[in-house]
């Protein structure tokens, strides 16, 4: 069973356009991360949720809105696509915030704008 | 060998092998850290982890050594094998601060059989 699964795994569009992300996961975890892997590989988070609370909002341009309809997702809407929002997109998600918990990440959502 | 620069560092050994990842961190007050490992087309996995009142934790074929002095951290891999190809991140946490690791910038390694 996939414990942190993301939809679509490959999203290829056109400038301008809004797309969504989708994430689950079935770990019954109370905290969902999104972060931003460029092309240099460097990780980066964006957005940190508790029990669907916003917790952590990086300085992310507000093109960018994460949005949890329950624990168990969160999902990642884009508008206004540029040609820099091209990288790969990873949810993720562990236990409760704290030092020790480990992260569980999903298999990313490969996105590029043209 | 290993080469850095604008590209992901990179480590290239043979089948077999013993090897060595490093890593320096940037928070001299970071209390945890995190190895991942990335294979191509995947998410990162968790891989060991220790804390700062530790310099050394061993787990299956693998590992980690923590420097406070230096602000150094190593993955050490022993007789790497070719399903261990992957990028490696260091990850750094602080218990005073905030829960979000930190990912140091990724070593590829590349295993040839």
């Known amino acids: 069973d996939t414990a942190v699964s993301q939809t679509p795994k490959y999203l290829v569009t056109q400038m301008g356009n809004d797309k969504s992300i989708k994430c689950e996961q079935n770990l019954g975890h109370d905290t969902m991360y999104w972060y931003k892997q460029d092309s240099k590989k460097f990780l980066k988070i964006m957005f940190s949720?508790?029990?669907?609370?916003?917790?952590i909002n990086e300085t992310v341009p507000n093109r960018f809105s994460p949005k949890s309809p329950d624990k168990a997702h969160l999902n990642l809407h884009i508008n206004s696509l540029e040609l820099g929002d091209s990288a790969v997109y990873f949810c993720?998600?562990?236990?409760?915030?704290?030092?020790?918990?480990?992260?569980?990440f999903g298999p990313g959502t490969r996105l590029l704008v043209l | 060998g290993e080469s850095v620069g604008l590209h992901l560092p990179t480590l290239s050994v043979q089948e077999g092998d013993n090897s060595i990842i490093n890593c320096a961190y940037s928070?001299?007050?970071?209390?945890?850290f995190i190895w991942y490992k990335q294979e191509s087309g995947k998410g990162p996995q968790f891989i060991i982890d220790?804390?700062?009142?530790?310099d050394k934790r061993q787990g299956q074929r693998v590992t980690v050594l923590l420097n406070k002095t230096v602000k150094h951290l190593s993955l050490q891999i022993a007789a790497t094998q070719p399903g261990d190809s992957a990028v490696y991140f260091c990850?750094?946490?602080?218990?005073?601060?905030?829960?979000?690791?930190?990912f140091g910038r990724g070593t590829s390694l590349i295993v040839h059989p």
């Open positions: 990850a750094e946490k602080w218990s005073g601060g905030s829960y979000i690791p930190t």
């Open positions: 949720y508790n029990n669907k609370e916003l917790i």
């Open positions: 993720a998600s562990s236990q409760e915030r704290s030092v020790q918990e480990t992260q569980y």
């Open positions: 928070n001299s007050a970071s209390d945890y």
């Open positions: 220790i804390r700062s009142n530790m």
